[in-house]
Antibody, heavy 126, light 107 residues
Framework: QVQLQESGPGLVKPSQTLSLTCTVS??????????WSWIRQPAGKGLEWIGR???????NYNPSLKSRVTISVDTSKNQFSLKLSSVTAADTAVYYC??????????????????WGKGTTVTVSS | DIQMTQSPSSLSASVGDRVTITCQAS??????LNWYQQKPGKAPKLLIY???NLETGVPSRFSGSGSGTDFTFTISSLQPEDIATYYC?????????FGQGTKLEIK
């Protein structure tokens, strides 16, 4: 049973860089057809997809955050990470990591986030 | 970006009721749509993938349908543990985008 766990500072100062790590347990981050995604949710609001990484290192980012986001993977540690630079109060949110499964019915591919971490709250404040 | 619009934003229903939530995409997304359930203080949970496929272990009272721009999520007989916010999510084009959510309450 694959499990994901986010970790990182709960408080970040404005203009600094938010750094979070997602540790994958119960399975190898390199096995199977998976992307690994980051999603965030401001308090009382909806979900925003930040970006994803494949274990090859290939990344996709949300254009709304692309200039500030870096997602990386460390297969030796079974972890992937998120860095968000120049943060402001608008970046205060619960941050989730998720496994983004790639599946196929031989006609097309489909994607779904089937395993999620519990989430970690990050507050941007001085 | 593809905009996803859910309706209603909130819904109150009684135990045993049939509940329906709709999700409309701003452009044709074929059947590239997932549904998630989020209980307060918890991470989202995948219920339906590829518009109509039930995730393993999810009760059969949950179902999804639709294609193109219009999709429906149904709970055939509402149970007390179904109280949550439900989100649709498209994966036709990056960036992935979610609906604003439908908060379901018990009447």
């Amino acid at each position: 049973q694959v499990q994901l766990q986010e970790s990182g500072p709960g408080l970040v100062k404005p203009s600094q860089t938010l750094s979070l790590t997602c540790t994958v347990s119960g399975g190898s981050i390199s096995s199977g057809s998976y992307y690994w995604s980051w999603i965030r949710q401001p308090a009382g609001k909806g979900l925003e997809w930040i970006g994803r990484i494949y274990t090859s290192g290939s990344t996709n980012y949300n254009p709304s955050l692309k200039s500030r986001v870096t997602i990386s993977v460390d297969t030796s540690k079974n972890q992937f990470s998120l860095k968000l630079s120049s943060v402001t109060a608008a970046d205060t949110a619960v941050y989730y990591c998720a496994r983004d499964k790639v599946d196929s019915n031989y006609t097309y591919y489909y994607y779904y986030m089937d395993v999620w971490g519990k989430g970690t709250t990050v507050t941007v404040s001085s | 970006d593809i905009q996803m619009t859910q309706s209603p934003s909130s819904l109150s229903a009684s135990v045993g009721d049939r509940v329906t939530i709709t999700c409309q995409a701003s452009q044709d997304i074929s059947n590239y749509l997932n549904w998630y359930q989020q209980k307060p203080g918890k991470a989202p949970k995948l219920l339906i993938y590829d518009a109509s496929n039930l995730e393993t272990g999810v009760p059969s009272r949950f179902s999804g349908s639709g294609s193109g721009t219009d999709f429906t999520f149904t709970i055939s007989s509402l149970q007390p543990e179904d109280i949550a916010t439900y989100y649709c999510q498209q994966y036709d084009n990056l960036p992935y985008s979610f609906g604003q959510g439908t908060k379901l309450e018990i009447k």
